[in-house]
């Protein structure tokens, strides 16, 4: 596969943005749980750096929001609960939504069920954007267990997404992806 090809576009005319936004609005939601999953067996923050109560969602919404998420703990089921992990949500929608409009573009995105996303989005946030913004460390600076943790939640995250984009764009609109030409399917 050439570089060009990754750039295909679908015809105009089998996009469904409006169902793109609603099946990432959807994906978005419940893949945020998926990634949260992952993070309980696989941890995503050590301790050997000294920023154990502090995470990026943390401060960004005191650093950049001048929200303090000590300050909006809420109480369920006898439990304290810091929202700030809304923010994965909002992140999630935000990524969800954007790639079920893209697939709908490019249908190169959705390479390996949406795992190439998934690897690209941990590059490009934790690699880049996260550090530039100094909400971690630069990636050279962080031990290998973040890496794998990072890496293995947002495979899961972005594969949950493509699985529910698929199935609910295709029961929505009663046909297949728009790059899959309709002549093929009738």
Request: hydrophobic share 45%; aromatic share 12%; charged share 15%.
């Amino acid at each position: 596969m050439k570089l060009k090809d990754l750039f295909t576009r679908t015809p105009t005319e089998r996009r469904h943005y409006g169902v793109a936004v609603l099946v990432g609005i959807v994906s978005g939601v419940l893949s945020a749980f998926v990634k949260w999953g992952a993070e309980v067996p696989l941890p995503p923050r050590t301790f050997s750096l000294g920023r154990n109560e502090f995470n990026p969602p943390y401060l960004f919404l005191r650093d950049y929001l001048g929200i303090d998420p000590t300050q909006t703990v809420y109480t369920f089921s006898e439990h304290v609960i810091n929202p700030v992990m809304v923010t994965h949500i909002i992140f999630s929608l935000v990524f969800a939504v954007g790639y079920c409009v893209a697939a709908e573009i490019f249908p190169k995105v959705k390479l390996w069920q949406g795992v190439l996303a998934g690897l690209i989005v941990t590059v490009a946030v934790h690699g880049i954007f996260i550090p530039a913004l100094h909400l971690s460390p630069p990636l050279s600076q962080l031990p290998f267990d973040e890496y794998v943790s990072e890496i293995i939640g947002h495979i899961f995250w972005f594969w949950v997404i493509e699985m529910i984009r698929r199935d609910l764009r295709n029961r929505i609109t009663h046909e297949p992806d728009a790059e899959v030409p309709l002549s093929l399917v009738r």
